[in-house]
């Protein structure tokens, strides 16, 4: 909300205020304000983000919700007047949980006022809400999660309810109630503030709405309240009030009755409560706080992480590290430096999504890297954890360029099988079952992949509504692949590093079906099982596998072009397998990314054209992931098990997928 329409707002409800004040006998304390019984626990600053200070910066956010492990957080000053408050075209940002000073991803909403923002997991769905008092204002936008630009539903809050002044929404996929807080003008020209619950017989919340409302003047009866969220333990509702910078903890089903705990942030440092997210941390509540704090000075944006009561433990701090340049066949080596705030902690780094063979001292954090494979970009990230309880991280972002040797200019790969990949992309993942699975019949884990599983680092790139033809019967013949034949040596089926692996019966049939030749041309005697997946390795497996033909004219994206595997990825865009990298634009497609569980889960859906009820939660990490329903559907037509047999209650969503795991994937889904 800008600085004219709080003004406004407050003046509205000022009789209210004076009427409250002279019945209470109470003049309320500035900052702090008493509830009747209900306990008051002054708030703890876990940590504190300058988001004025991200690329490109935030100067007015305005909402925050969790997303997997990441943070969006929105941002109102897009439509400043004043351009020196404000530079680029985005008022959305994606950064990481472990460490929110990253960016990750940034895009455009359809509204330039946004309020706030909440998330449906299950389908994937952004409910932004909107207070722009002209124009199309007051109501909240359904948006794609892939593909903010595109909305998918519109609530006219304004129309329907008569509401003045719309703030932040808070979304329950488990019971399908979106609520949003706000004011209302009642008849008789009454300002009252108000809690929206809507429910709507669309899964996209584009009609069929009911809706019932809930006065909260009695919490604050002259304060604005812009911040909502669920406290994702007790499930009740919690309310922030701008200027008095109090969270009211609320029974959302008898939200007319007296607040069952108050938060005060008000000495923490916070100017306003703009925005609010709650996060679990080990079986405790975290709140994320937007401060929008004031328009075109130094102090512009904030983002803080606050805990009820004292703080346990403070995460460390990452120095950041610059970009990175070796030639292939050399060595890369720098040294991460941290330090952690609470004294006698101690540091363990680790590597997320970093190139196969790469290491880091876990204490002395000392990176090292013989540089292999083809001349490329790439990203990875540098984490480290401290030893409190809960622990907590920070990450960073390496930006690597990987330059080819003068004097000799690296080989064609042969097929998706180049070797190790490039790290970087959205993310990270382990274990994939196997046609003769491990013990327990489950996915398999760890293989090379990277301590801790990997993380993500942009919003989900590909998932989208399947539209890809379905799968042959029969395993497929040799597939077609115009214009990407690999030279070398026909198919074999006794490469030398897979005898007695666990997937080597899964290798053997990809083999044995011609979608797959070896991993070291001309040779391609070895299948490098345990070499991570890129995009475009992976488009060269479904093509082949699943014997797509139409490229739609060619040059789907401008960061193929010339790529080995440009064809197959031109293939795979226009048989509605994937969309792009980089939403809402969507015109680049990270060939050289990795590919994690999840983001698998979601290409095999669609190319395999798998709907209908993801029949249950098998798993027990993927709950609120964004990629839950396609992994329930994977594993419910038999492809997927598990990552951690014999017991396999995990998926390991973020894990990156080896070569080994793609072949018992394909195998599973395709095989006899």
């Known amino acids: ?105 940034t895009a455009r909403l359809p509204t330039d006022e946004p309020s706030g923002v909440s998330y449906d997991p299950v389908n994937r769905l952004l409910f932004v809400s909107d207070d722009e008092n002209v124009g199309e204002g007051n109501k909240i936008w359904v948006v794609d999660y892939d ?13 329907l309810e008569g509401a003045v002044d719309v703030e932040d929404p808070a979304y329950d996929p488990d019971t399908r109630e979106l609520f949003s807080v706000g004011l209302v003008r009642r008849p008789g020209g009454d300002i009252e503030a108000v809690i929206f619950r809507i429910t709507s017989t669309s899964e996209t919340f584009s009609g069929g709405y009911t809706i019932h409302t809930s006065s909260i003047d009695h919490l604050h009866p002259t304060d604005d309240f812009e911040g909502l969220a669920i406290d994702p333990n007790t499930k009740n509702l919690l309310v922030g009030t701008q200027q008095g910078r109090q969270i009211y903890e609320v029974d959302r089903h008898d939200i007319g009755a007296e607040p069952l705990r108050v938060i005060d942030a008000s000495r923490t440092g916070l100017q306003y409560v703009s925005g609010l997210a709650a996060v679990d941390v080990g079986g405790t509540t975290h709140y994320w706080v937007t401060d929008r704090r004031s328009d075109c000075s130094a102090l512009d944006g904030l983002l803080m992480e606050l805990s009820a009561g004292p703080v346990s433990n403070r995460p460390p701090t990452l120095a950041a590290i610059p970009d990175k340049t070796v030639v292939s066949g050399q060595t890369l080596s720098f ?42 970009e790439l990203e990875f990230k540098v984490r480290v954890t401290d030893s409190g309880s809960p622990q907590l991280s920070a990450e960073r972002t390496v930006h690597l360029t990987v330059e080819p040797q003068p004097e000799e200019p690296p080989e064609a790969p042969d097929d998706p099988g180049e070797p190790p990949g490039e790290p970087g992309g959205p993310d990270t993942p382990p274990g994939e079952g196997d046609g003769s699975s491990p013990p327990g019949g489950g996915d398999g884990g760890g293989g090379s992949n990277p301590p801790g599983g990997g993380g993500g680092s942009t919003p989900p790139s590909d998932p ?6 379905k799968p042959p019967t029969k395993p497929p013949a040799k597939p077609q692949d115009p ?22 019966a899964d290798i053997e049939w ?76 969507n015109d680049r497609f990270c060939p050289n990314d990795y590919v994690t569980r999840g983001q698998m889960a979601a290409f095999l859906v669609r190319a395999l054209d798998l709907t209908g009820s993801d029949a249950g939660d098998r798993f027990g990490d993927d709950d609120g992931h964004v990629f839950e329903s396609d992994i329930e559907l994977l594993a419910a037509a038999g492809v997927t098990r598990g990552c951690n047999p014999p017991k396999n209650d995990r998926f390991c969503p973020d894990d990156y997928v080896t070569r080994g795991q793609m072949a018992a994937f394909l195998h599973r889904a395709l095989g006899e």
């Open 483 to 504: 214009g990407q034949e690999p030279t070398g040596p026909t198919v074999r089926s006794d490469f030398s590093d897979t005898n007695g692996h666990v997937f080597e």
């Open 1 to 105: 909300m800008n600085d004219a329409r709080v003004e406004s707002n407050a003046g509205r409800r000022l009789l209210l205020g004076a009427l409250a004040g002279i019945v209470a006998l109470v003049t309320p304390l500035a900052g702090v304000e008493e509830a009747g019984a209900a306990t008051t626990v002054a708030a703890q600053v876990v940590r504190v983000v300058e988001t004025g200070d991200w690329d490109p910066p935030s100067g007015d956010p305005s909402g925050v919700v969790r997303v997997g492990e990441r943070l969006v957080v929105v941002d109102s000053e897009v439509d400043e007047r004043d351009d020196a408050c404000y530079e680029g075209d985005v008022n959305l940002w994606e950064v990481s949980l472990a460490d929110p000073t990253n960016v990750e991803n």
């Open 335 to 376: 040294t991460a430096v941290a330090s952690d705030p609470d004294p006698g902690q101690s540091l363990t780094f680790s590597l997320v999504g970093a190139p196969a063979g790469a290491t880091i001292g876990p204490t002395s954090g000392v990176f090292s890297w013989v540089a292999s494979g083809s001349p490329r």
């Open 464 to 469: 989208g509504k399947p539209g890809a033809p």
């Open 147 to 159: 593909d903010p630009s595109k909305v998918r539903g519109e609530i006219e809050l304004g129309e």
């Open 510 to 585: 990809l083999a044995a079906e011609g979608i797959t030749r070896g991993c070291n041309p001309p040779i391609n005697d070895r299948f490098c099982p345990d070499d991570h997946v890129t995009r475009g390795q992976m488009a060269a497996f479904l093509v082949r596998a699943l014997e797509y033909t139409d490229n739609g004219g060619g040059n789907e994206f401008v960061d193929d072009n010339g790529t080995v595997f440009e064809g197959d990825i031109d293939r795979l865009a226009t048989a509605g397998v994937t969309r792009g990298c980089n939403p809402p634009r």
